[in-house]
């Protein structure tokens, strides 16, 4: 895509949106236009850019990722053929030192955060129905899990009390239960709509059959690469879920270990930490490599996260081949194949 004329910095709120026009980062077309984030909204919205010569073919728009109060916005700029841009939040704070903070001073940001990291943007397109379903599930589900611990936490306590208190031991309890069914109608909900879907649920087998790797983390690598479509790519992936190692040095002076960041998607790097230590543990391969980062000097944690590394190194791998895991198989450089 080649850079558009205009770019539309977007900062999205639970009411409002605030949207900035720049040609370049020292020319604002438009600066800090507040409309209603509804429907009537976007369309005038629409109706204010091509009033100004603004149209799908001369510009992007630009906003951060900010769940379900952008959706509606970007659905609706996507059906009106704008090429529209989500970004992380966090990688547009980073690009700006400003003290000053407003809906105008944001979207301004984000406008030319768009026009500088324009070859990094990451475009924005609709998920498939599937998708959002088991989206929508994962996020309910850790909402309940959640109120789970919540409960038996609460519950141990009261039964821990000198003077008890029956109806209250009771409520919870049934609460619990009825907790442990709904998470397990939402774990078959899951199953069912991959299974449903032939090309989901073959590249879920493939996943599946990697060790340490169970129903929810395929589920949720599943959304995060739009049906394993996209970021296949290990390093990527592994920047993403924010588990990929970054050096932090200058000349003598400064000079600290490589570390994770810890941002990106915490369900499926909690989910992938999981299987590393179920791995590490039960698999004798990966048992012995972990062993020998230990005996290496390498802190637990830090020998989990490169076996997290490898274990999305290795579903790039099965997805990328189409074969499931074989804890036999050995790669072969090219250049020593006859």
Not at 144 to 165: E, G, I, P, S
Request: charged share 25%; with cysteine; net charge positive.
């Amino acid at each position: 895509m080649n850079r558009p004329e205009y770019f539309i910095g977007v900062d999205i709120a639970s009411a409002t949106f605030t949207a900035t026009v720049l040609s370049s980062p020292t020319q604002v077309v438009v600066l800090g236009e507040e409309l209603p984030n509804t429907p009537d909204g976007f369309a005038g919205f629409v109706t204010d850019l091509q009033a100004r010569q603004i149209s799908p073919d001369n510009c992007i728009v630009v906003m951060e990722a900010t769940g379900v109060y952008g959706e509606r916005l970007c659905y609706f700029l996507h059906s009106k053929g704008y090429a529209v841009a989500v970004e992380p939040p966090r990688e547009v704070k980073k690009a700006f030192h400003s003290k000053r903070k407003n809906d105008a001073v944001d979207s301004q940001q984000i406008a030319e955060y768009g026009y500088r990291f324009f070859d990094t943007l990451r475009f924005w397109g609709p998920k498939a129905d599937v998708l959002q379903q088991i989206a929508a599930l994962l996020t309910s589900r850790e909402q309940f899990t959640k109120q789970l611990t919540a409960d038996k936490n609460a519950l141990r306590a009261l039964k821990r009390k000198a003077v008890q208190t029956p109806l209250a031991n009771r409520l919870f309890e049934k609460n619990i239960r009825r907790l442990h069914k709904d998470i397990q109608a939402i774990d078959q909900a899951i199953e069912e709509l991959i299974r449903q879907d032939p090309t989901l649920r073959k590249n879920a087998g493939l996943v599946n059959s990697v060790p340490g790797v169970g129903l929810l983390l395929t589920a949720n690598l599943m959304v995060i690469t739009s049906g394993f479509n996209n970021h296949l790519k290990p390093r990527s992936l592994a920047a993403y879920l924010g588990i990929c190692p970054y050096e932090h040095e200058s000349g003598s002076s400064v000079h600290t270990k490589p570390r994770s960041d810890r941002y990106g998607n915490g369900k499926a790097r909690k989910l992938l930490h999981l299987a590393a230590r179920s791995t590490a543990t039960h698999k004798h391969n990966f048992r012995a490599y972990y062993l020998r980062k230990l005996a290496e000097g390498k802190p637990k944690r830090v020998a989990l996260n490169n076996i997290a590394n490898r274990l999305l190194r290795i579903i790039c791998a099965v997805l990328r081949d189409g074969a499931p895991y074989c804890e036999t198989h050995r790669s072969v450089h090219p250049a020593l194949v006859a």
